[in-house]
């Protein structure tokens, strides 16, 4: 059986992107991504809690990271998640978890986002990728009400 690798996630950059480019013209960029959540706890106080996820770019996606996102700026994310694991100079086992970017869209005005935003004729709301782009819109969704007692042709 095939397993589900996706991770959607919505948050705000938690510094600029580090981009760097590679040999053959390959570009990565990489990015902090906080998202909070927050809740009541059993008294009544308001808890907020935070994740940070770590989130890399490759190729054009890096190249519009570097150039429009910004420390702040809200993000949608869609990836999956991919572990590094490796042995230290101490000889202790490491494992990382990144999130391996599919498509992004920058969400907010530009009035809301540092740094001043896209340029002018760049919509921000348009992702670097987006798979769903071309899907048909769902179809309005079935009248299930209760049936009438005129409606009823069943024989029981």
């Known amino acids: 059986m095939a397993g589900v690798n ?8 938690g510094a600029d992107p580090e981009v760097r480019y590679l040999e053959g ?21 308001r808890v907020e809690q935070t994740e940070w996820h770590d989130l890399e770019l490759w190729g054009g996606q890096a190249k519009i990271a570097e150039q429009y996102l910004k420390k702040g700026m809200q993000l949608y994310v869609e990836g999956k998640i991919k572990t590094d694991k490796w042995t230290d100079d101490q000889g202790q086992n490491r494992k990382k978890v990144r999130i391996r970017v599919l498509s ?19 919509s ?11 899907q048909p819109k769902a179809a309005a969704a079935p009248d299930i009400s209760a049936p009438s007692e005129e409606d009823d042709d069943l024989p029981f």
């Open 6 to 13: 996706k991770v959607i996630l919505v948050g705000n950059l």
């Open 25 to 45: 013209d390959n570009v990565v960029a990489n990015i902090s991504l906080a998202t909070t959540e927050a809740y009541k706890d059993r008294n009544g106080n």
């Open 104 to 122: 992004f869209t920058m969400l907010g005005s530009k009035s809301d986002n540092p740094g001043g935003g896209a340029p002018e004729g760049y």
């Open 124 to 134: 921000e709301n348009k992702p670097a990728s987006n798979p769903m782009a071309n």
